[in-house]
């Protein structure tokens, strides 16, 4: 990409590197931050500054914080005796966009995967169990991925839960909403099967 | 999106403003940018200001540029008596990939579009003439868009260029080669035929 000047080279190359953000996405990218006025430019950079140099996890359910304490977890209206346990940040945002649960949330950043050697004292596995004991927590409901990592990360939680005497769920698997019969894998609706509940 | 710290909704909501991001694509890309080590997003944030703070137009092509002068124009290799009229500076870079064009190039900076109040003054159209009288120009070869505007803005340039006794060529329109015949539109294919070539 010599036909560009070192600067707008090394923009490009910047943005390229981002995921899903393939060298033509790049370009375009790159063409309508130059566009930009240059006050919004210096905006647009501070944010991204800001946010790297605040992020921490919040220190009770390890969900992305810029505060020691998440606003989910600080929120008094939320029920601190119900907590879902989920495998990323974006999985726990997933679930707040249904708006439907008022409970809080355990982030375990990761999945047990020895493939990858991801082993569970890599995950937020220990601080759960700690949670457990120090909170009054009556249910735990896992809402990890329904992939073998996911099930298996459920599996080992589950245990060490129903050993501290604390209800455990799990979230269900079957049939996605609009979902076509004919469609759907033999896993998932031997799944739905499985789950079925009386009407 | 109140489930994120301000820091963190800032930064999606600033990438959301990108073109082509949503807002899945930018909760992806904020998580990315958290994840990377501060030293990198430092790199980042400075990248972007950098090339924002240093861009400038060509002051004799008008192509994307950091120095007075463009890479391609103070290119002693590049030859000065051929330029290529373009659009927009993609349209330059399309170009440049396929390493087949030696001539220098003149961005307009968009088309003659009366609709939304592009007039022939709001390009580098004035800037253009100027150069076929200054430079030893043999040919101009005009390669905006194929559009009603790319085709009127070619018309009002080839009669200046004509007027200026200089050669003039307009790129081809026809089949994109790989195509398909039964999938091209007419017009397409009415241009393919005029513009058809001895074998």
Redesign the interface.
């Known amino acids: ?8 080279n ?2 490009i190359e ?1 943005l390229a590197g ?4 393939g060298p033509k ?1 790049a ?8 566009n ?1 006025p ?1 006050k919004r ?15 921490c996890l919040c220190e009770r359910c390890f969900n ?4 020691k304490v ?3 977890c600080s929120n008094p209206k939320r029920d601190p005796s119900t907590v879902m346990v989920v495998e ?3 999985d ?2 997933a679930y ?1 966009k249904t708006g439907q649960y008022r409970g809080l949330y355990h982030v375990l950043h990761g999945a047990v995967n020895p493939m990858v050697g991801v082993q569970p004292e890599n995950l937020k596995l220990k601080e759960l169990l700690q949670r457990l004991q120090r909170e009054d927590i009556k249910e735990v409901i896992i809402a990890t991925n329904s992939t073998v990592e996911g099930e298996a990360t459920a599996l080992w939680i589950s245990k060490y839960v129903k050993q501290a005497g604390i209800k455990v769920t799990r979230i269900a698997s079957g049939v996605p909403v609009g979902g076509a019969l004919e469609f759907i894998d033999e896993m998932t609706l031997f799944r739905a099967l499985e789950g079925r509940t009386e009407l």
């Open positions: 990409m010599n036909y560009y000047s070192e600067s707008i090394n923009l910047e981002l995921p899903n953000i996405s370009q375009r990218l790159a063409f309508h931050i130059l930009l240059e430019v210096e905006r647009m950079a501070e944010t991204i500054l800001t946010a790297r140099k605040k992020i992305l914080s810029d505060q998440c606003p989910i990323e940040p974006s726990l945002a707040e």
